[in-house]
């Protein structure tokens, strides 16, 4: 196992991003990594989460562009706003 899992570059992709937060969970998880690993992890998961999130709302975004009008609330959506 290596001793810093940690990655510095942007991740090229959604899938990606997502595939090293995986990993680095895996590896948290075991409890193998020392001290100043575990806290370069979790910081990079943070990293990670955030630019998955922003890669989620682009493609939200592009969605509700594409669809324009047609977008309608979901049928549990329309009873909760009911209430």
């Known amino acids: 196992m290596p001793k810093n899992p940690v990655k510095a570059s942007q991740p090229a992709s959604f899938e990606e991003a997502m595939e090293e937060l995986e990993q680095l969970v895996i590896q948290m998880e075991a409890g193998e990594l020392p001290l100043e690993a575990s806290v370069a992890a979790y910081k990079r998961g943070a990293e990670l989460v955030k630019f998955c999130s922003v890669q989620l ?14 977008l309608k609330p979901l049928a549990g959506e329309l009873a909760e706003d009911e209430e």
């Open 57 to 70: 709302d682009k493609v939200d975004s592009q969605v509700k562009v594409l669809e324009g009008d047609m």
